[in-house]
């Protein structure tokens, strides 16, 4: 049985490593003229020409060389594609690889890689690089990452849209989100995980963390409730900022999340390219982790800590068991939540009640990014896997966890452990947040 289940193992890493190259040209050789590919669209952002070429380096670092034994096929390019070396603003001044260079580089290591696969030792015990797949997992989610991040460059891009136009049409089953609020009680639950193998080191190990009763939203704040924060004067009053806050408040002028402008007495929003009135129900994007904080307050309430979230989205309170997606084990659908770049916009709060969770929250996964109070840092037992510069080299540096995927993250690339960390001031991530608060004990 244990040779069927590799096989069967090797055609889905195959597929899937096939599926997420087809969505990498899709957003970039197939979407955009060379010019465009090249160019800097924002100082926060890589050219996608960089994306597109880094993606393949990955790949050839970890799949023909690390995880076959191969020969590095161009080892002279790695500098080039080294994040750390190069910071994203100046990644446009290297001498990277064109577009159609990319291309050929990043189909030549494919080749390899499909080759080496065939003979994979998959079901290879103890914690190797290639035990249950791992490595292969992890190459594959690092794409998907990066085909997220070149949705934020498409969004910041000027000039035509590139990208299909999708109207807002409610999922079938949504109905308003009721209650709005849920109560957890007070307990201890499995938070991270041991076992899974697609999970990233930060995810690891499972331990058991006992939190005292609070509530939860049920679905994350929406754009109209943020149309209220701001006519209440909320961007203006410092009584509901914290020091650090308000410092990027004023210091950036920002008054309401990016992409949104004013137009009399209505709000408007640019997505990718497309001007529209800003839709009330979908859940508040593109603000930073200063402004979700500062709503949650004059809110009277507050951002979970990932702790609270992971609880809400996986934990039965019925069983006691944590569960890997807030519906249960089964692998994430187009009725559990808007992942994958389907709708290419978040869907209205009270939306896929089929996703919800055991405690009664909704929409956990998909939609937008969650800030949480947390900062990145490792689990208790942590151990940098398969390398420091993933996770480890950000603990303890400011960045704050964001919890639950967006529209745009892939399903192999979301799961109630699944951490995502950034600064507190981005907002041109697919970020949003839903509020908590302490509960009275009972
Ligand atoms: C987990 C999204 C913060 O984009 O910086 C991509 C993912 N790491 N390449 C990032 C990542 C290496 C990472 N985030
Ligand atoms: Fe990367």
Redesign the pocket.
């Known amino acids: 049985p244990a040779t069927a289940d590799v096989g069967q193992a090797r055609e889905r890493i195959a597929a899937e490593l096939g599926r997420v190259r087809e969505r990498s040209l899709g957003l970039t050789v197939e979407s955009l003229e060379e010019s465009e590919l090249v160019a800097q669209h924002s100082p926060l952002m890589s050219p996608l020409v960089w994306d597109l070429a880094h993606v393949g380096n990955y790949e050839e670092q970890w799949l023909v060389r690390a995880a076959a034994g191969q020969d590095a096929l161009r080892p002279d390019i790695d500098i080039l594609y080294d994040?750390f070396e190069n910071p994203r603003s100046a990644r446009v001044e290297l001498p990277l690889l064109t577009p159609t260079e990319a291309q050929e580089y990043n189909a030549r290591v494919r080749s390899r890689v499909l080759d080496s696969l065939e003979r994979a030792p998959l079901d290879e015990g103890g914690a190797g690089l290639l035990d249950g797949g791992f490595v292969y997992h992890m190459v594959i989610q690092?794409e998907h990452?990066?085909d997220e991040?070149m949705l934020a460059t498409h969004q910041l891009r000027r000039g035509d849209p590139a990208l299909p136009g999708v109207a807002a049409q409610p999922p079938a089953g949504t109905s308003p989100p009721d209650p709005s609020e849920i109560r957890i009680e007070a307990g201890p639950f499995t938070m991270g995980t041991t076992a899974d193998p697609w999970a990233y080191d930060n995810e690891r190990p499972a331990h058991t963390v006992d939190l005292p009763a609070y509530w939860i939203d049920s679905h994350a704040v929406t754009n109209a409730a943020h149309m209220d924060f701001i006519a209440d004067g909320g961007y203006d009053d410092p009584r509901w900022w914290s020091e650090e806050g308000w410092e990027w408040r004023t210091r950036s002028g920002k008054r309401a999340p990016a992409f949104w402008h004013r137009d009399g007495e209505r709000w408007l929003r640019r997505r990718f390219g497309r001007v529209e009135p800003v839709p009330p129900e979908e859940p508040v994007q593109h603000v930073c982790f200063h402004e979700a904080e500062a709503h949650a307050r004059w809110a009277g309430k507050r951002l979970p800590t990932e702790a609270e979230w992971e609880k809400a989205a996986r934990y039965d309170p019925r069983t006691g068991v944590s569960h890997r997606f807030p519906w249960g084990g089964r692998e994430p659908g187009p009725e559990h939540a808007n992942l994958d770049q389907r709708l290419l916009r978040p869907a209205p709060a009270g939306a896929f009640p089929s996703g919800g969770a055991p405690t009664g929250v909704r929409q956990m996964l998909g939609d937008v990014w969650e800030w949480t109070s947390t900062e990145f840092a490792g689990y208790p037992g942590f151990r940098a896997f398969p390398y420091p510069e993933?996770s480890e080299v950000f603990f303890g540096q400011g960045y704050r966890v964001l919890r639950g995927g967006s529209w745009a993250t892939h399903p192999t690339a979301v799961r109630c452990t699944f951490r995502?960390?950034?600064h507190p001031i981005r907002r041109q991530i697919f970020s949003g947040f839903r509020c908590a608060r302490d509960a009275e004990p009972v």
């Open positions: 994040a690092h990452q990066h991040t993933y995502n960390w950034d």
